[in-house]
């Protein structure tokens, strides 16, 4: 019994440093990369008109049109545009505001006309 039992303390100490090692990877490597892609992901699904963006080459431009779902128009220059792939774009120096829906618009202009929340929460008029 003892040789059993030694045997299986030899095998669990070899296989520890191999497990952390893993471990190490993952946290220190993986996880992080992972991360960095997803949040790339979500700012190529982000991308609008009128977002100045840079591509994988180093070259600057805003985007004019989003032709399909993997294709963007991007301007470099006045009257020089290119298509490029989403995926190309390496980041995205400047977003646009969103286009305000007209609902929003109205409640802007009711909120002007009545002098706002802090007038209202104050009893001015």
Same mark, same amino acid.
């Given at each position: 019994?003892?040789?059993?039992?030694?045997?299986?303390?030899?095998? @669990?100490?070899?296989?520890?440093?191999?497990? $952390?090692?893993?471990? *190490? @990877?993952? @946290?220190? +490597?993986?996880?992080?990369?992972?991360?960095?892609?997803? =949040?790339?992901?979500?700012? +190529?699904?982000?991308?609008?008109?009128?977002?100045? *963006? *840079?591509?994988?080459?180093?070259?600057?431009?805003?985007? =004019?049109?989003?032709?399909?779902?993997?294709?963007? =128009?991007?301007? +470099?220059?006045?009257?020089?545009? !290119?298509? !490029?792939?989403?995926?190309?774009?390496? /980041? *995205?120096?400047? %977003?646009?505001?969103?286009? %305000?829906?007209?609902?929003?618009?109205?409640? /802007?202009?009711?909120?002007?006309? /009545?002098?706002?929340? $802090?007038?209202? +929460? =104050?009893? %001015?008029?």
């Amino acid at each position: 019994m003892g040789v059993g039992n030694l045997e299986q303390q030899n095998i @669990f100490g070899t296989l520890m440093p191999i497990i $952390l090692m893993i471990a *190490v @990877f993952y @946290f220190l +490597l993986i996880r992080p990369q992972q991360k960095k892609m997803k =949040t790339h992901q979500q700012m +190529l699904a982000a991308l609008r008109r009128g977002d100045r *963006v *840079v591509t994988g080459g180093g070259i600057i431009g805003v985007i =004019t049109k989003v032709d399909q779902e993997d294709h963007l =128009t991007v301007e +470099l220059a006045e009257n020089v545009r !290119v298509k !490029v792939l989403r995926g190309t774009i390496s /980041s *995205v120096l400047s %977003k646009t505001e969103p286009a %305000k829906t007209e609902t929003a618009a109205t409640a /802007s202009k009711d909120e002007g006309a /009545s002098g706002g929340l $802090l007038n209202k +929460l =104050t009893g %001015k008029k």
